[in-house]
């Protein structure tokens, strides 16, 4: 079993930045693949950004390319989501996941564990 805990959400204005942190632990926490989602009010979950285990791979969805970064520090079990350039329409709940495997791609089927998430919410 795999924990995931979200940290690093809040209330911004447009243009501002904000780095989300998603720290994993448990016996199955040292190898996997690990992605960002995002929920929007009244809209379903949606992929944001994916990093496989060793780093080397990304994925970005077109609406966040070129503003948000993923990363990762395998010592700390910890993902990262750095956030620039935000907008209203990112305003959302965060939600870190992940899977026993080097990579898992956009798919949210594909990830077994799930964090509760972080909110973000943009202020015009």
């Known amino acids: 079993q795999v924990q995931l805990v979200e940290s690093g959400g809040g209330l911004v204005q447009a243009g501002d930045s904000l780095r989300l942190s998603c720290i994993a632990s448990?016996?199955?926490?040292?190898?996997?693949?690990m992605a960002w989602f995002r929920q929007a009010p009244g809209k379903e979950r949606e992929f944001v950004a994916a990093i496989s285990w060793s780093g080397g791979t990304k994925d970005y969805a077109d609406s966040v390319k070129g503003r948000f970064a993923i990363s990762r520090d395998n010592a700390k079990n910890t993902v990262y989501l750095q956030m620039n350039s935000l907008k209203p329409e990112d305003t959302a709940v965060y939600y870190c996941a992940s899977g026993p495997a080097n990579w898992l791609g956009r798919m949210s089927y594909n990830y077994d564990y799930w964090g509760q998430g972080t909110q973000v919410t943009v202020s015009s």
């Open positions: 448990g016996r199955s926490s040292s190898y996997n693949a």
